[in-house]
């Protein structure tokens, strides 16, 4: 199994960037899907999920500026991020589930610094 983390870099606060997650070795559709980051110092902590319905949630710091999709035929999850503040900055890294009681197959991270 892998988790494929794409798309974080440098950006202005306000600025945007936008995360891909490429799965393999999965059955992509089967598995909920999430965003978690770990900034410095910090513990990681959910940000985003989207089972395999599509339901989707978000974090309450990041509503209205985050939003997560996935693509099934693309085996792909996506996290929008938008009017990014320097909160933001951390390691951001997309995790699949099966099942919510299980640990689930975790991506390698990638980083996203918000600095002007």
């Known amino acids: 199994v892998q988790l494929q983390a794409s798309g974080g870099g440098l950006v202005e606060p306000g600025g945007s960037l936008r995360l891909s997650c490429v799965a393999s070795?999965?059955?992509?559709?089967?598995?909920?899907m999430a965003w978690y980051r770990q900034a410095p110092g910090k513990q990681r902590e959910l940000v985003a999920g989207?089972?395999?319905?599509?339901?989707?949630s978000l974090t309450d710091s990041v509503k209205g500026r985050f939003t997560i999709s996935r693509d099934n035929a693309g085996n792909t999850v996506y996290l929008q991020m938008n009017s990014l503040k320097p909160d933001d900055t951390a390691v951001y890294y997309c995790n699949a589930k099966f099942h919510p009681n299980l640990p689930g197959y975790w991506g390698q991270g990638t980083l996203v610094t918000v600095s002007s």
């Open positions: 070795g999965i059955v992509f559709s089967t598995y909920d």
């Open positions: 989207v089972t395999s319905a599509g339901r989707t």
